[in-house]
């Protein structure tokens, strides 16, 4: 069993849609990341959290640290959201990433 | 604008050809990451440097080395290239304090024929 699990593995949505996508990790973790993978492969960080949530534009990240769940939502999604969003957690005094195998997202017009 | 920058977008190389990918970073990082992405798998740690000289094996070092003379540059090593290495390489890098933001490269395909 993967140390971070993250669903859907694919996801389709409208234009306009809010989207949620989750992360399940098993492991004692100093933080959690969410980063985003356009095709063509460079990777951009989304979000960066130990606790809470955090809100960036139409992009919300949440964690519960008891549950070892965290959720990105997109609101009012749009065709340009289309990418890959990975879950990544550094385990416990390391800033080692440990990745989920990612959720591939399509936004339809 | 920080950047961590790799040598190459796509490369072919023959099998049993030394490759080597390259990463450099102008943040003043003290740790830098390679990692390898295969489809279904995610990303899987090669190796990490913290700091001048100093490597750490990661999780699938297997057939790779590297190398960071420079704080600056990071480079990863394929002794003798084979098919089961054809992938997306992906160099990061991050300050060396704890919870602190990694950034990572535009990624290296490289196919191995």
């Known amino acids: 069993k993967n140390e971070v699990e993250q669903s859907p593995q694919n996801l389709t949505a409208q234009e306009g849609e809010f989207i949620t996508i989750n992360c399940s990790y098993s492991v004692g973790i100093s933080a959690l990341h969410w980063l985003q993978q356009h095709p063509g492969g460079g990777i951009v960080s989304l979000f960066m959290?130990?606790?809470g949530k955090k809100k960036h534009g139409r992009l919300i990240a949440t964690i519960n640290i008891q549950e070892k769940h965290s959720s990105l939502h997109i609101t009012a999604s749009h065709p340009r959201d289309s990418a890959v969003y990975i879950c990544a957690v550094s385990g416990l005094g390391t800033d080692k990433l440990i990745f989920g195998t990612g959720t591939r997202l399509q936004v339809f017009p | 604008d920080v950047k961590v920058t790799q040598s190459s977008r796509y490369l072919v190389k023959r099998t049993g050809e030394k490759v080597f990918l390259e990463c450099v970073q102008d943040m003043d990082h003290e740790n830098m990451f390679w990692y390898r992405q295969d489809p279904g798998l995610g990303l899987r740690l090669i190796y990490f440097s913290y700091d001048v000289k100093m490597k750490e094996k990661g999780d699938i070092p297997e057939g790779y080395s590297v190398s960071r003379e420079k704080k600056e540059r990071f480079s990863l090593i394929l002794e003798s290239a084979s098919t089961n290495q054809t992938s997306m390489y992906l160099c990061?890098?991050?300050?060396?304090?704890?919870?602190?933001?990694?950034?990572f490269g535009q990624g290296t395909r490289l196919t191995v024929v």
């Open positions: 959290l130990s606790s």
């Open positions: 990061a890098s991050s300050s060396g304090h704890l919870n602190t933001e990694a950034f």
